[in-house]
């Protein structure tokens, strides 16, 4: 395999120049693949295509940074088909890193890749002034991305769609956005990660960016650390294809605005055999949140799915829930220099007057795992689970209504639901072994709720 050291191929580090044709140009030399060596240095890039047969190789000591002007990189991907899910999940082309219908891309090294913060400030793509994406892979087999870190990246940082035998190990990420998002993909590990993300922070989809039907499927995520503005595991919400057979395993969560584990079929997806196992949480919102709904964001005809042979185990959630310093989560958070997170609010700004009604209320979401409107989810086990949360509710009502949420979210049903510890409904199967509630204020309310549920 032929390695090429780019300072010897007249690039020089550490200077204000854009880099991005003269890498493009050496990469598109190695017709049969090889190497990128980028030594210790700093390096300012916009949109790279990738080819086949591909390595990328940081050293410890180089950076690579996004230019600063965002119209350096690549415009949005030409799409002739309807589209249902986010803007974020259709598109490709604006990247650092762009590679599609490959085989063999490899990312190394110990050095870094940050997008410097740079949002689409006039809003030209339409997507909420989001950014570019670190690296963004479609149709792609082969994948290694390992060791290296991301940084201010301000769209999707590591986005692969329909791809296979895909290898993210010690990666280490600080970004606006989602962190790490599978959409469609097989055979997938994810290993060793510390992710630190203002949006989602390792998240599922399964969405209709190719105008078909499609799973996530054969995922391995184990030793991670995660920490979110919004969910620190998520599926979801754009479920269209379905999840199947995926082990979340030894995984530490702190600072988790919404839900520790989040699992949604909203737009017809069936999701089946997930395990989580060995999870420990800390000043997290809500540590669990499993969801069937009808949001149904596809093609017409579209119903509602399914969520089957879940399984929880050796979860640990300890409370209180408090503010925390954290990374801004969207444009509008970025320009109002939002670093700290308060757990009663889900906005970026707000008087001072705002703060104090909001921390007077009850605010911390009660867990649920719910089907929809009498349909129910099937075989759901949790065992060895431990909730401290914060409590403190005196008056409650049992009615809770089966209504809509747009996007839906922990809250979907409001937040203070008719049991401190799970909210259970719809459900024909569930086993529960050695599950525990505990609150750091007097509750008036039962540890648990069951509706319409069958229980092993």
Not at 121 to 149: P, W
Not at 303 to 329: C, E, F, M, Q, R
Request: aromatic share 10%.
């Amino acid at each position: 395999m032929k390695r090429i050291n780019v300072t010897k191929y007249g690039i020089v580090p550490n200077t204000d120049e854009l880099l991005t044709n003269k890498i493009q140009s050496l990469i598109d030399s190695l017709s049969d693949g090889g190497e990128i060596f980028f030594p210790r240095g700093k390096y300012i890039l916009s949109t790279i295509v990738l080819r086949d047969n591909i390595t990328i190789n940081i050293a410890k000591g180089a950076t690579l940074l996004g230019s600063l002007n965002f119209d350096d990189f690549l415009d949005l991907d030409p799409v002739d088909y309807p589209l249902y899910q986010d803007v974020s999940h259709s598109y490709f082309n604006c990247s650092m890193f762009l590679g599609k219908n490959l085989t063999n891309i490899t990312f190394k090294g110990k050095g870094k890749i940050d997008l410097r913060s740079v949002w689409d400030e006039k809003n030209k793509n339409n997507m909420a002034h989001r950014g570019a994406k670190v690296i963004a892979l479609k149709e792609c087999k082969d994948v290694h991305i390992h060791d290296i870190s991301l940084y201010n990246a301000t769209d999707l940082a590591i986005y692969f769609a329909w791809c296979e035998y895909v290898w993210v190990k010690g990666v280490k990420l600080k970004v606006h956005i989602d962190g790490i998002s599978p959409d469609n993909s097989k055979h997938v590990v994810i290993e060793d990660c510390n992710v630190f993300s203002g949006d989602d922070g390792i998240v599922f989809k399964s969405s209709y960016n190719l105008n078909k039907l499609g799973v996530c499927e054969d995922i391995k995520v184990r030793n991670c650390s995660i920490q979110s503005r919004c969910n620190a595991i998520k599926f979801g919400t754009e479920s269209n294809g379905g999840f199947k057979d995926i082990s979340i395993k030894d995984i530490k969560i702190k600072n988790t605005r919404i839900s520790g584990i989040a699992l949604e079929s909203v737009d017809g997806a069936f999701v089946e055999n997930i395990s989580f196992e060995n999870i420990v949480m800390k000043n997290v919102n809500a540590p669990i949140f499993i969801h069937l709904g009808n949001r149904l964001r596809g093609p017409k005809g579209s119903k509602i799915g399914g969520i089957s042979k879940i399984k929880i185990s050796n979860l640990v959630a300890t409370g209180p829930y408090v503010p925390y310093k954290t990374i801004p989560w969207n444009y509008l958070s970025y320009v109002a220099k939002d670093y700290v997170q308060y757990p009663w609010s889900n906005e970026y700004k707000h008087t001072k007057e705002e703060l104090k009604e909001k921390r007077n209320k009850h605010w911390q979401h009660t867990c649920n795992i719910c089907g929809y409107n009498g349909k129910v989810i099937s075989d759901i086990t949790l065992e060895n689970v431990y909730l401290e949360l914060l409590g403190g509710v005196k008056e409650y009502s049992n009615d809770v209504p089966h209504t809509y949420c747009s996007y839906p979210e922990v809250y979907v049903y409001g937040s203070k639901l008719p049991a401190k510890g799970i909210y259970f409904r719809d459900i024909n199967g569930l086993t529960i072994k050695n599950v525990k509630v505990k609150t750091i204020k007097e509750d008036a309310r039962p540890d648990f709720t069951f509706e319409n549920v069958k229980r092993y």
